[in-house]
């Protein structure tokens, strides 16, 4: 055997290597990007899960988010907290969303949900307060929802 078809036997060789290597890949990426929407789906469950048992629990601040009385201060202090959560837990979802891990399908649930949620009059009232802190993705959602209350 000649040293030019030993050669062609190996560049055959590790053309094989090569296009296994990246067939390996593909299948590691897909199991990866599986896990991670996984990952983002227990996150967005525990997320949700925490927040209504907090609501739960405190039915007297419920009452006032959702009625737009007049809290008491250290009730203020507890709804403006409480609601700073609910807003940063929302803007994971919008950020989960925006990098492909939160189904569309889930995203136009979740955002129906966040604007029957923000026409309550504690959490307009807070979101407010803090709109120049709420991320940009999560504003266009939340605004026209504040807007249409308003008007």
């Known amino acids: 055997m000649n040293w030019e078809a030993i050669s062609a036997i190996s560049d055959l060789f590790a053309g094989l290597g090569v296009i296994v290597t990246l067939i390996y890949?593909?299948?590691?990426?897909?199991?990866?990007?599986?896990?991670?929407?996984?990952?983002?789906?227990t996150?967005?469950?525990?997320l949700g899960q925490n927040l209504l048992l907090y609501l739960a629990e405190h039915p007297e601040m419920t009452s006032k988010i959702m009625s737009g009385d007049e809290?008491?201060?250290f009730e203020a202090i507890q709804i403006s907290y409480s609601s700073r959560?609910?807003?940063?837990?929302?803007e994971t979802y919008?950020?989960?969303h925006?990098?492909?891990l939160l189904e569309e399908a889930e995203w136009i649930a979740l955002q129906n949900a966040l604007q029957r949620a923000v026409q309550?009059?504690?959490?307009?009232?807070?979101?407010q307060e803090m709109r120049?802190?709420?991320?940009?993705?999560?504003?266009?959602?939340?605004?026209p929802a504040i807007n249409e209350t308003s008007a």
């Open 25 to 41: 890949l593909a299948v590691q990426i897909k199991q990866n990007t599986t896990m991670m929407r996984g990952s983002a789906k």
């Open 43 to 46: 996150e967005q469950a525990a």
């Open 71 to 73: 809290p008491t201060p």
């Open 85 to 90: 959560a609910f807003f940063r837990t929302w």
């Open 94 to 96: 919008a950020y989960l």
């Open 98 to 100: 925006e990098i492909g």
């Open 120 to 127: 309550m009059p504690g959490y307009k009232r807070v979101y």
């Open 132 to 143: 120049e802190e709420i991320s940009p993705r999560l504003r266009t959602v939340l605004d």
